[in-house]
């Protein structure tokens, strides 16, 4: 086993003291140390024992990393930046800017952008409580006092048609009946396909 900072990739006879490292990340610093894993099947001794060689391939030439004791783990945020990153979140405020607040107030979090989205997914799969994404849509229906209609499929139950209005939209239609404004947010989602769609006949 050798040491993952080695230069075994790059040649064995590469002087690595003009070597020039431009704009690069690598932790690569020619270090030789290695170690060999034996199994030793003598009458008197059996047994896997490490070996290390007595040269210069036997040490390290660089420090160890040292890792500072109770870091926070790399994998969330603290309890109190989350209760703030769900406040502003509610506020509708964009994740860029909730990230950049929550860097200058948490900085002990070592925040990224990858806790925050993962923060609002587990939130919107909390909400859900197990529901699909239309039964999801539904509750929520219900919860806001919508009046919604649907259309299912009679052979596979799948939802083909819906429609939803708010209970206030209903008042403001019959006080001002004469104008209708629709908005058909005409291929804005992901199957490409428009919102709302208009049927009329003009038969008498």
Known sequence: M????????R???????VAERVATKTKACGCRAKIKL??????????WVIKADPGVSGM???EFIHY????????GLSPAAKVFARDMMKSHVRLASIMK?????????????????????????EAMDGRDVMQQFLHLAREHNYIF?????????VMTQTFMVHLRL?????TYPHVVTMDATYKTNKYNMPFFGAHYDDTL
């Open 2 to 9: 050798r040491c993952n900072r080695g230069e075994r990739y």
């Open 11 to 17: 040649g064995e006879g590469r002087d690595l003291s």
């Open 38 to 47: 034996m199994f030793l099947d003598y009458p008197d001794r059996t047994g």
């Open 60 to 62: 390290h030439n660089h």
């Open 68 to 75: 500072r004791e109770g870091h926070q783990p790399v994998s």
């Open 101 to 125: 607040v929550v860097n200058e107030r948490f900085p002990d979090d070592h925040p990224n952008m990858r806790h925050l989205y993962n923060l609002k997914e587990n939130d919107r799969r």
């Open 149 to 157: 209609w649907i259309r299912q499929d009679e052979l596979t139950n």
């Open 170 to 174: 209903t008042d403001i239609l019959r």
